[in-house]
């Protein structure tokens, strides 16, 4: 399997390298050069498939040349025997034919566990192979960075970065990251907003002159095997409740679209996916593009689902490649547009084509608490905040009552305890039991200006386990 820049200009590279290098050298994502794709025959006889055979089925092509299926199945094993549900992604139904499945069974409650928890041990796999050393700096909007951290801490060869904005994230997602201490782990709350992280990562990625010698790797979904984890778990919903013999409807909380843009790649890969509906918050960009062909930059607002608090959505550029026939020069022109003058609309035709499957809805503080209620008092089931947004959009935007509807559970509710407080369903749950001790346990945490050279030079100073790189 080769894989391709969405700008066009970098070398194409195989899995091995693509999971190291992150960000294409010319500044654009990663993307197969050709997708699998699978028979329906082939999708309906993986029906009843442990979750990590079926993610063996379906990534297998993707790691093609790179791994070996003994090693990678063997790693997939470990991935998912860590979570703390025998079905790893349970479906939870709401009503006759409306769903939310449940994808915070994981190590840090949050649906970044499926990629983040096998992203570790595939990077320990490579490094050891090719006795490499490597920094990881991520930026998080609340949930990427605990599960990064959870995922990577054990890997002998990495030293970790993560940025996340100071006081923008709840208290839960802040302690699951500051808490975990190591001489390789480093949270850095920085005084700005996440776009702000975000845009500091890439510069950093793009230029890396730095970091003297050794190289960074991405955690965040701009890293090609995040998004491949994702892909599994439509094709797990989609065969629970009989696919592909029929279709399935998707509708996904999301900020940085990687997540949803999972779900199209399954639906291209053969998966037969009738809609998808992108959730979103006040922070609304990826649904000004759907609803009316502007992708424009706004103000920032902080909201109480603060993992879509996200104005520039990094994956959105992979979508923006299909859409454009996968013509890089054509992508490259775009982002720079969208970088000179913070906003585009693409040409009418190819709008309509995404519109074909997508539809979106943007859901204030005062809805989400409002579904939260609703959901609570219809059924008993307690949501979280983003999970809470998706129901909405769902229920609003689903093009068929006879499809069944499925909304991805991103995390769980004990993570944002505000929102559930002033939902007026009582107060949020207990925290399990291996973070039942999270409030009394040490924090370590630096912060830090909203200034590039500053992030630079504190992971020069502090690489290698403690001692300037």
Known sequence: MRYISTRGQAPALNFEDVLLAGLASDGGLYVPENLPRFTQEEIASWAGLPYFELAFRVMRPFVAGSIDDAAFKKILEETYGAFDHNAVAPLRQL????????????????????????????????????????????????????????????????????????????????????????????????????????????????????????????????????????????????????????????????????????????????????????????????????????YVKDTLHPTLSPSMDIMVSSNFERLLFDLHGRNGAAIASLMDTFKQGGGFSVEADRWTEARKLFDSLAVDDEATCETIAEVFNECGELLDPHTAIGVRAARECRRSLATPMVTLGTAHPVKFPEAVEKAGVGQAPALPPHLADLFQREERCTVLPNDLKQIQAFVSQHGNRGKPL
């Open 95 to 294: 009503n006759g034919n409306e769903w939310v499945l449940e994808l915070f069974h994981g190590p840090t409650l949050a649906f970044k566990d499926f990629a983040l928890q096998l992203l570790g041990r595939l990077l320990d796999h490579v490094l050891v192979k090719r006795g490499e050393r490597v920094v990881i700096l991520g930026a998080t909007s609340g949930d990427t960075g605990s599960a990064a951290i959870e995922g990577c801490r054990r890997c002998e060869n990495v030293d970790i970065f993560i940025l996340h904005p100071h006081n923008r994230v709840s208290e839960v997602q802040r302690r699951q990251m500051t808490t975990i201490l190591g001489d390789n782990i480093h949270n850095i709350a920085v005084e700005g907003n996440f776009d702000d992280c975000q845009e500091m990562v890439k510069a950093s990625f793009a230029d890396q002159g730095f970091l003297k010698g050794t190289r960074l790797v991405a955690v965040n979904s701009i890293n090609w095997a995040r998004i491949m984890a994702q892909i599994v778990y439509y094709f797990h919903a989609a065969i629970q409740l009989g696919g592909p013999a029929r279709s399935v409807a998707f509708s996904v909380p999301t900020g940085n679209f990687g997540d949803i843009f999972a779900g199209y790649l399954a639906r291209n890969m053969g998966l037969p996916i009738s809609q998808l509906i992108v959730a979103t918050n006040r922070n609304d960009i990826l649904h000004r593009f759907m609803s009316g062909n502007q």
